[in-house]
């Protein structure tokens, strides 16, 4: 078992090389709960300053529902994110959390900083949601 290779794995969407050469880049996260089917949309930002504008939204659903790990399998996430693909670190992220890609949404195999797709806050609850270290994750996500 990889964290890295399962969650790109996971994050099924093609792969898709292109940049419009700006470092801004803005997604958005619906969060479908699976009971009530209410949805709930979350932007993202580079802006941010939690990381990928992927990783922005995931983190503002999360902390929603108070970093809840019993509460997170209550949703289905997919991601939006048009103006670029999701670097290999932020669709490794993605996939092990579950999330699905939306429509016009690549990844990419390019690294483009751990630190953007795994800030300390969204690092620990995937450390509880997988049951695994910190290290564990770091070193598997940045191999």
């Given at each position: ?9 996971a ?5 898709k ?8 880049c803005?997604?958005e996260?619906?969060a ?11 932007y ?9 504008a992927?990783?922005?939204a995931?983190?503002q ?7 809840d790990?019993q ?17 290999q ?9 579950g ?22 806050d ?13 290290q ?8």
């Amino acid at each position: 078992m990889s964290l890295f290779s399962d969650g790109w794995n996971a994050f099924v969407t093609d792969i898709k090389d292109f940049n419009d050469g700006i470092e801004a880049c803005q997604a958005e996260l619906q969060a479908t709960h699976n009971v009530t089917n209410n949805t709930t949309s979350f932007y993202g930002d580079t802006k941010g300053l939690h990381g990928h504008a992927e990783i922005d939204a995931v983190w503002q659903f999360l902390k929603s529902i108070n970093w809840d790990v019993q509460e997170f399998p209550n949703y289905q996430l997919t991601i939006t994110c048009k103006s670029k693909p999701c670097c290999q670190y932020c669709a490794a992220v993605l996939g092990n959390l579950g999330v699905f890609a939306g429509k016009d949404t690549y990844k990419i195999k390019k690294a483009m900083g751990v630190s953007y797709a795994l800030p300390p806050d969204v690092r620990k609850f995937l450390c509880k949601l997988l049951h695994t270290t910190e290290q564990k994750v770091l070193d598997e996500l940045t191999a």
